[in-house]
């Protein structure tokens, strides 16, 4: 007999999930009609799960391995002293992403569920807060695929060898079009489940990622411009340590690089069984920061050779990079192998933003997944249709700033904080600590500094951030 330990009816789908946490078991059954007859079909949705720890660890680096990889970390190291800033990033990453990333493991692996039946069965009205947590993933979705489809547009431009000018581009209405093809690709993968459609697509996307940025650097390397690019972004400037806006951005590039704090973690590790928690974390970490540290290696030395203002920032990708490729010999294939590879990355990080909610209605409201991604999909192109409209003739703007630029400050900046902060004291201190303990191997001192960093040290450095970019120290 299974243990029923929570019955939530869906009354419009004339249905009811029944979940067994013992088992980790869904069961759909139809609701008895009226007339009394028996249910007519019961059919056994078992929560879905990775097929390995491998398949595991590949749709996570997907999901951390991102735009914030292959094109902000190299600016944000250029703008914020060069070598020396790899410093507080190295603190960041070890000292308080990687804890949260474990807690969000725990959390998920520990409550079998996703974020907001999570936060529900830690206690009934933290569901707001998972709901918050939604909510702010779906935001930041929206115009995270505003610039995957720019990736997506260039790395056709240079298949197909149509040159293309960013500023034309975005001055037409194309940019909407390819919105709507980045976002199907997402919906497509994230439609197609846990395992055939996420961890596949990781499965693939990943390892040929890592090929092409090691072809790509070992290329760059060779250049005339490599000595001096590389100086230019491994030459510590250990004076700027003292700025206390480096260290924001350190904290704030390592948050958003490792996609902590968003409730992804969270939801995929309540598809994950056993492993260790700290060695799984620990290779999504090492991973995501050593992509991060190659796509530099890559990209400056190319910047460089082709002349250009290495401080270009925001534009440095689909300005000053694609101008590059046009420079450089076989610039075609490389520009091109260069932008497949930055929309491999984009897509594996959408895929696993979109999966927050789309998990959320399947868990909390027993929607079937392909019903939940549509609804979700539609709604995330609405939310995102601000930003894409803002880099097009339209040029939707408020205070003179495009919506996108706002809504990567108010959501990507400020709303990725605080919802990290929701989860690390929802999870620090309410989930209770021996919960916690079961899931990271025991009860020792370890776990005691872990518990202390989890509690104090993450949402104290979490709230330096957010005061630090609200009155905007960072770049
Ligand atoms: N980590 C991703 C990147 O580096 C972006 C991301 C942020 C993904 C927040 C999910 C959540 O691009």
Same mark, same amino acid.
């Given at each position: 007999?299974?243990?029923?330990?929570?019955?939530?009816?869906?009354?419009?789908?004339?249905?009811?999930?029944?979940?067994?946490?013992?088992?980790?078991?869904?069961?759909?059954?139809?609701?008895?009609?009226?007339?009394?007859?028996?249910?007519?079909?019961?059919?056994?949705?078992?929560?879905?799960?990775?097929?390995?720890?491998?398949?595991?660890?590949?749709?996570?680096?997907?999901?951390?391995?991102?735009?914030?990889?292959?094109?902000?970390?190299?600016?944000?190291?250029?703008?914020? %002293?060069?070598?020396?800033?790899?410093?507080?990033? &190295? #603190?960041?990453? /070890? @000292?308080? !992403? $990687?804890?949260?990333? *474990?807690?969000?493991?725990?959390?998920?692996?520990?409550?079998?569920?996703?974020?907001?039946?999570?936060?529900?069965?830690?206690?009934?009205?933290?569901?707001?807060?998972?709901?918050?947590?939604?909510?702010?993933?779906?935001?930041?979705?929206?115009?995270?695929?505003?610039?995957?489809?720019?990736?997506?547009?260039?790395?056709?431009?240079?298949?197909?060898?149509?040159?293309?000018?960013? %500023?034309?581009?975005?001055?037409?209405?194309?940019? &909407? #079009?390819?919105? /709507? @093809?980045? !976002? $199907?690709?997402?919906? *497509?993968?994230?439609?197609?489940?846990?395992?055939?459609?996420?961890?596949?697509?990781?499965?693939?996307?990943?390892?040929?990622?890592?090929?092409?940025?090691?072809?790509?650097?070992?290329?760059?390397?060779?250049?005339?411009?490599?000595?001096?690019?590389?100086?230019?972004?491994?030459?510590?400037?250990?004076?700027?340590?003292?700025?206390?806006?480096?260290?924001?951005?350190?904290?704030?590039?390592?948050?958003?690089?490792?996609?902590?704090?968003?409730?992804?973690? /969270?939801?995929? !590790?309540?598809?994950?069984?056993?492993?260790?928690?700290?060695?799984?974390?620990?290779?999504?970490?090492?991973?995501?920061?050593?992509?991060?540290?190659?796509?530099?290696?890559?990209?400056?030395?190319?910047?460089?050779?082709?002349?250009?203002?290495?401080?270009?920032?925001?534009?440095?990708?689909?300005?000053?990079?694609?101008?590059?490729?046009?420079?450089?010999?076989?610039?075609?294939?490389?520009?091109?192998?260069?932008?497949?590879?930055?929309?491999?990355?984009?897509?594996?990080?959408?895929?696993?933003?979109?999966?927050?909610?789309?998990?959320?209605?399947?868990?909390?409201?027993?929607?079937?997944?392909?019903?939940?991604?549509?609804?979700?999909?539609?709604?995330?192109?609405?939310?995102?249709?601000?930003?894409?409209?803002?880099?097009?003739?339209?040029?939707?703007?408020?205070?003179?700033?495009?919506?996108?630029?706002?809504?990567?400050?108010?959501?990507?900046?400020?709303?990725?904080?605080?919802?990290?902060?929701?989860?690390?004291?929802?999870?620090?201190?309410?989930?209770?600590?021996?919960?916690?303990?079961?899931?990271?191997?025991?009860?020792?001192?370890?776990?005691?500094?872990?518990?202390?960093?989890?509690?104090?040290?993450?949402?104290?450095?979490?709230?330096?951030?957010?005061?630090?970019?609200?009155?905007?120290?960072?770049?």
């Amino acid at each position: 007999m299974l243990l029923l330990t929570a019955v939530v009816w869906d009354i419009r789908y004339k249905s009811a999930v029944v979940r067994d946490t013992r088992a980790g078991m869904h069961i759909k059954v139809e609701r008895l009609s009226t007339s009394g007859n028996r249910p007519r079909t019961v059919r056994n949705m078992k929560r879905e799960e990775w097929s390995s720890t491998l398949g595991f660890i590949l749709a996570s680096v997907g999901s951390a391995v991102g735009i914030g990889n292959i094109w902000r970390f190299p600016y944000v190291v250029g703008a914020n %002293g060069g070598g020396a800033f790899l410093v507080p990033y &190295l #603190i960041s990453v /070890l @000292l308080f !992403g $990687l804890p949260l990333m *474990v807690l969000e493991l725990a959390i998920g692996r520990s409550t079998g569920t996703s974020v907001v039946s999570a936060f529900r069965s830690i206690r009934q009205r933290f569901s707001a807060a998972g709901l918050v947590i939604v909510a702010i993933v779906s935001l930041i979705l929206g115009y995270y695929l505003v610039i995957t489809s720019w990736v997506l547009a260039y790395a056709l431009s240079f298949t197909l060898n149509l040159p293309m000018d960013f %500023g034309a581009f975005t001055d037409s209405y194309l940019p &909407l #079009i390819f919105f /709507l @093809l980045a !976002g $199907l690709a997402v919906f *497509v993968t994230v439609r197609s489940g846990v395992r055939e459609g996420i961890e596949r697509a990781s499965r693939y996307l990943i390892p040929v990622l890592v090929m092409i940025l090691l072809f790509l650097v070992a290329f760059s390397l060779t250049q005339p411009g490599a000595v001096e690019g590389v100086g230019f972004y491994l030459s510590p400037d250990y004076s700027r340590l003292t700025d206390p806006g480096v260290w924001i951005a350190a904290f704030g590039q390592a948050f958003f690089s490792l996609s902590v704090g968003m409730g992804i973690l /969270l939801t995929y !590790g309540s598809y994950l069984k056993g492993g260790d928690l700290f060695r799984n974390a620990s290779i999504i970490v090492v991973a995501d920061m050593l992509i991060a540290v190659l796509a530099g290696l890559m990209i400056f030395p190319l910047v460089f050779t082709a002349g250009l203002d290495p401080a270009a920032g925001v534009n440095l990708a689909f300005i000053a990079l694609p101008s590059a490729f046009t420079e450089i010999r076989f610039g075609l294939v490389l520009g091109a192998l260069f932008f497949w590879m930055l929309f491999a990355a984009a897509l594996t990080s959408a895929v696993s933003m979109l999966e927050v909610p789309v998990a959320a209605l399947i868990d909390s409201y027993g929607y079937p997944r392909k019903r939940a991604t549509l609804l979700v999909f539609a709604a995330v192109m609405l939310l995102g249709l601000p930003s894409a409209l803002s880099y097009t003739a339209l040029k939707l703007e408020v205070f003179g700033t495009p919506f996108l630029d706002l809504a990567d400050y108010a959501f990507g900046t400020i709303g990725l904080i605080v919802a990290g902060l929701i989860i690390s004291i929802v999870g620090g201190w309410f989930m209770g600590r021996t919960r916690i303990c079961a899931e990271i191997g025991g009860c020792g001192w370890q776990q005691t500094v872990y518990m202390a960093l989890i509690r104090y040290g993450v949402p104290a450095i979490l709230l330096i951030t957010l005061i630090g970019s609200f009155f905007r120290v960072t770049e």
